[in-house]
């Protein structure tokens, strides 16, 4: 059992890493073998002419304006614009890959709305619909390293991976185009706008997506006991609390669980734990799961409209835009009216294990405390 909790640790730690935009393994089925055969000649159509088709009440058409011979065919939503590669139809298979967009466009207009509300005053009222670009199939670099990926450069979202692992990143992905693009003011790269991506899309949002397939563990009822055992499944929703999620994981990284595995830092670098250095130096080198949750001990310290209102802050300038409250006449007194990066996360990691106690959630290795 021991050996099994080790390797759903190290699932832990790469799941995350999907959602948020790092390395995972091609996971999509086998591709479905196409058939070639023409109809007979009095009924064949013109090549050229698409079957007609559906996704979720939207329709699919040809596409006409933007690389067409690499997405063929579109679907225009009130929140997006997706477009669909050929080579991803010819990989899954038509009809796996039309039942795999109609799954994801049952839920995602509903939480992209969700997600326009919850910025409601710091993004423009009317917001263009994104493009999605389906890229399943890809082997570049960008492809390997993601499992979804706003394209800041372009404007673009493309998912890689295939429909599932879409669904766990998508909603991230698209509170990026928000903050990222359509808001005046615009969150940066690393803290502030992976924290606040992973806030809005997985706490404040109800995220359809991903509850749909259990954040994941949609075929894993081992891991979902286990989960359970650490306190971090929400038994009423029979589904994951991530809120408590990155508490408890977070909380590892503290403890040790994690000494020697290689992570992907909100600063978007590859980086590893050891036993004498297990508090980053940089908010940036945090895990995405300790940035949600320096982002609730931030909210929760000096409220949701302070956190959000800094959401253009680069990641050197939390700690000093951020006083603390609780020390704070005496730190006034010295003369010192803001956190440095170290104080700030060793405050915020006391809070974390508090946290952890009085919600009685604790990630363990052993048969005995870990499920």
């Avoid at 390797?7 to 996971?27: D, H, K, N, Y």
């Avoid at 999620?245 to 590859?270: I, P, T, W």
Wanted: proline share 4%.
């Amino acid at each position: 059992m021991k050996r099994w909790i080790s390797i759903l640790l190290a699932f832990l730690l790469t799941l995350g890493l999907v959602a948020c935009g790092w390395l995972q393994e091609q996971t999509a089925e086998p591709a479905a073998v196409i058939s070639t055969a023409n109809p007979p000649e009095e009924t064949k159509e013109p090549e050229t002419t698409p079957a007609a088709r559906t996704a979720a009440g939207y329709a699919v058409v040809p596409n006409g304006d933007v690389k067409a011979e690499v997405y063929p065919y579109m679907v225009r939503t009130e929140s997006a614009v997706w477009y669909l590669a050929a080579a991803d139809l010819e990989m899954l298979g038509e009809e796996a890959f039309y039942a795999g967009l109609e799954d994801v466009l049952q839920y995602f207009e509903l939480d992209a709305a969700d997600a326009r509300r919850a910025l409601a005053g710091r993004i423009p009222e009317d917001i263009p619909p994104v493009e999605i670009r389906t890229d399943f199939a890809n082997q570049d670099e960008v492809a390997q390293r993601y499992s979804a990926y706003y394209n800041q450069p372009f404007n673009l979202i493309q998912i890689f991976h295939g429909w599932k692992w879409a669904k766990i990143s998508l909603l991230h992905e698209y509170v990026h185009y928000l903050t990222f693009h359509c808001a005046e003011k615009k969150t940066p790269g690393g803290f502030y706008g992976e924290a606040v991506a992973e806030y809005v899309s997985r706490i404040v949002c109800e995220n359809r997506m991903c509850l749909s397939d259990k954040y994941g563990y949609w075929d894993d009822p081992e891991g979902m006991a286990i989960l359970r055992a650490w306190g971090v499944w929400d038994e009423k929703r029979d589904n994951l609390d991530y809120a408590k999620y990155v508490l408890c994981v977070s909380d590892a990284f503290a403890r040790g669980l994690y000494d020697g595995e290689s992570y992907g830092s909100v600063g978007q670098n590859a980086l590893t734990r050891t036993a004498d250095k297990r508090l980053p130096a940089r908010v940036n080198d945090l895990s995405y799961y300790e940035a949600v949750s320096l982002a609730l001990y931030l909210i929760e310290t000096y409220g949701e409209a302070a956190f959000l209102d800094n959401w253009d802050l680069p990641a050197d300038k939390v700690a000093a835009t951020f006083l603390d409250r609780q020390g704070l006449s005496s730190r006034k007194t010295a003369g010192l009216n803001s956190l440095s990066e170290n104080e700030l996360l060793a405050a915020w990691s006391a809070w974390n294990a508090e946290q952890c106690a009085k919600l009685g959630i604790r990630m363990e290795l052993t048969q005995e405390n870990g499920g």
